[in-house]
């Protein structure tokens, strides 16, 4: 089993400040990995997929970047409604969830 | 707009079944792939199969023995029924549309349950 390991597992940060989250495999995942957002009492929401590719109408402030087997999340400028927990999901040998970064604002 | 929506009993006794109903709306049942993805408490996320547009099924192979996914197209619902349940399966349980089976891009709001006595 392929295993997700996300860090740091908490972040605070200020709002503009640039942010980068990061999630490393056990093995080389060539890419398919995919971030998610999931603010507090809601459903996951898809972020970006395939390490870089932004899906329909998330801000461009987000960016993925990585290969085999290290990814990282960056968010530009922190903005107040991205507090959220952010987890990172492998799909290239079944399915493997990050245990997830919470973010919170300084 | 694709919506999800789970429903079930939110408290189950250990050893019995969990059964969780996802109902969909705005897109057929029968196209693409439907999922099921579970959030334990401590925000550990775990896949748990799938149902595809023909019906046919695949699961986490930890779960084999106990999971079955199923459909009423009729009612464009699909079902979990996770057996012989104990504490462990206490989760937050999610369905989703797996997108091609590559995204997960629409999510239902999520289901607690509870496995307690």
């Known amino acids: 089993d392929i295993q997700m390991t996300q860090s740091p597992s908490f972040l605070s940060a200020s709002v503009g400040e640039r942010v980068t989250l990061s999630c490393k495999a056990s093995?080389?995942?060539?890419?398919?990995l995919d971030w998610y957002q999931q603010k507090l009492g809601e459903a996951p929401k898809l972020l970006i997929y395939?390490?870089?590719n932004l899906h329909t109408g998330i801000p461009s402030r987000f960016s993925g970047s990585g290969s085999g087997t290290d990814y990282t999340l960056t968010i530009s400028s922190l903005q107040p409604e991205d507090v959220a927990t952010y987890f990172c999901?492998?799909?290239?040998?079944?399915?493997?969830f990050g245990s997830g970064t919470k973010l919170e604002i300084k | 707009e694709v919506q999800l929506q789970e429903s079930g009993p939110g408290l189950v006794k250990p050893s019995q079944s969990l059964s969780l109903t996802c109902s969909v709306t705005?897109?057929?049942?029968?196209?693409?792939?439907w999922g099921w993805i579970r959030k334990f408490p401590g925000n550990k996320m775990e896949w748990m199969g799938y149902?595809?547009?023909?019906?046919?099924?695949s699961y986490n192979p930890s779960l084999k023995s106990r999971i079955s996914i199923t459909r009423d197209t009729s009612k464009n619902q699909f079902f979990l029924q996770l057996n012989s349940v104990t504490t462990e399966d206490t989760a937050t349980y999610y369905c989703?549309?797996?997108?091609?089976?590559?995204?997960?891009?629409?999510w239902g709001q999520g289901v607690m349950v509870t496995v307690s006595s």
């Open positions: 705005g897109y057929s049942i029968t196209s693409n792939y």
């Open positions: 395939n390490t870089n």
């Open positions: 093995q080389n995942i060539n890419k398919y």
């Open positions: 149902i595809s547009y023909s019906g046919s099924t």
């Open positions: 999901l492998q799909r290239n040998s079944w399915l493997t």
């Open positions: 989703a549309r797996w997108a091609a089976r590559s995204l997960f891009d629409y």
